[in-house]
């Protein structure tokens, strides 16, 4: 029974929130010009098409089990050919932005929910309420983890398109590596007693939960 609550209150809000994620990024996409998640059946709602084994499942799993003070996940990204969009330096900053946006919509939406929870039985009331916390904070911190300035994070795309030449051009030749780079950022801070992404995480993602709730007469 614990398992199952604990799959309602947590795995559902990520598994919601990565999968609009990836599915914004599809949509902006095709509105600025490439249609190619599209083609690939990628642009679906359906959380099936999107679920990465290590990113949607074991690196959550990892970080709740260690007890990391910040909680990030992926879905597959959702293939986008930026050469196809009709402006692919403005239109690439959009269709980024997209996802991290969407998240913080969901968030808010979330937030307007509870003040639904009195039409609902007491028992059912708590359970509801855990998980639209649980889907505020990770709308938000999957938000701001994600703009991040480190490719391929959606922060290092818009930063690339957005910041001169000069900059730009060496940041974007981080891509290979930026996997690689978060999860050392992650997890060995971590374990050394010091986490900079914790910091450089959660500080924001108070502020932004704090002026949630405030738009959404929560505080």
């Known amino acids: 029974m614990k398992v199952l609550i604990n799959i309602l209150v947590i795995g559902l809000p990520i598994l919601f929130a990565i999968t609009l994620h990836e599915a914004a990024h599809g949509y902006a996409a095709l509105r600025y010009g490439d249609d190619t998640a599209k083609r690939m059946g990628r642009l679906s709602l359906n959380p099936l098409r999107h679920i990465d084994p ?112 000069v900059v730009a051009v060496p940041l974007a030749r981080v891509e290979p590596f930026g996997f690689f780079i978060i999860l050392g950022l992650l997890f060995i801070p971590y374990m050394l007693g010091f986490s900079f992404i914790a910091w450089l995480v959660l500080y924001p993602v108070r502020i932004i939960i704090d002026f949630i709730s405030l738009l959404a007469g929560l505080s």
């Open 54 to 165: 290590l990113g949607t499942v074991l690196i959550p799993g990892l970080l709740l089990l260690t007890g990391s003070p910040i909680l990030f996940g992926y879905a597959k990204p959702v293939p986008v050919n930026f050469s196809r969009l009709n402006n692919p330096r403005r239109d690439s900053v959009i269709v980024a932005a997209a996802g991290p946006a969407t998240n913080i919509l969901l968030a808010y939406l979330s937030a307007l929910l509870f003040h639904f929870l009195v039409f609902f039985p007491i028992g059912a009331q708590t359970l509801l309420q855990e998980m639209l916390s649980t889907s505020v904070l990770i709308n938000v911190m999957l938000a701001v983890f994600n703009m991040i300035p480190i490719p391929p994070l959606d922060g290092g795309r818009v930063a690339v398109g957005l910041l001169p030449d």
